[in-house]
């Protein structure tokens, strides 16, 4: 009885070639004629000798975002052990990400590992910390914008839509109503740590209770992939208890925000999301912070200088 081949892998590069299918999965695999729309193609050097064997290549070619182009390609029809080896194939510039394709039907694709690298148009949402507070240049997204902008003013753009005092659920119900008018590629979800405060009347007693955000990502990756944009997760800052612990009626504890990045990280490990992690740039640097909540000036400018170092 054949193997079920539960998984639709979209490819417009080297694993369409029988000779590589042959390599990887012993055999040619079941394909189907599909595009990607919104996304153009630039070549990626390979300096993985294996990989370079197997392709005979060693310049492949990468998907970067461009509002109205597509990409023609194919749709491969993998089993589990398949999609394991096509994972093993790919290069660590690579990620296998969630795409829309152009029939409206969902795939696996093989994405440039730098999300921001590959954006076009960037949609932020998030708290106060993503909005901005306490920082009169705009804060690290500000930052990141006109970086981004600067490096193709013609077709790069940003939108930071935070709303101070969100959290994620509040994030989850906004985002939707949003996101239409300004067609991002990329979904920027800047994760602060207003979900990791509890009342000061109940901290003691629910102090250990774990941090639930499933039920706020589940339905913004899905908003995401509906907006044909790929999701991407910014993790919490790291935070000065000594001046945060009861804040606005709400305690703040490191232990609650660490706990928060590892939800965060957990779960985008899970479902192949893209996780930046804001937490060392202003680890024990409490003069980075305007109140132990909110960075400073300069302090939004490590963030980005952080980020800015992942590419």
Known sequence: MPAPRPHTLFSFGTLLDERVQNVLF???????????????TRPLPITDEAVIAASGLDVHLTLTRRLDAEVEGAVLHLTDQDLAAADAYEVDDYARRRVRLSSGESAWAYLDANPLRAAARIAIVGDSIAYGRCDPQGGWTAHLAGAHIAGNEADHRVFNLAIPGSTLAEVAEQTPALLAPRRPDTLLVAAGINDSALPVAVAEARADEPVRIADSLDPLAA?????????????PLWLDEERTRDYEGLRFTEA????????????????????????????????????GLHPTPEGHRALHRHLAALG
């Open 256 to 291: 609650r925000a660490r706990a928060l990045r590892e939800s965060l990280r957990s779960w985008c490990d899970a479902h192949h999301v893209d996780f930046l992690d804001l937490w060392e740039p202003l680890r024990k640097s409490p003069e980075l912070f305007t109140d």
């Open 223 to 235: 908003t995401a992939l509906r907006h044909d944009a790929r999701l991407v997760v910014v993790g």
């Open 26 to 40: 012993g055999q040619a695999v079941p394909c189907s004629p599909a595009s990607l729309a919104g996304y153009t």
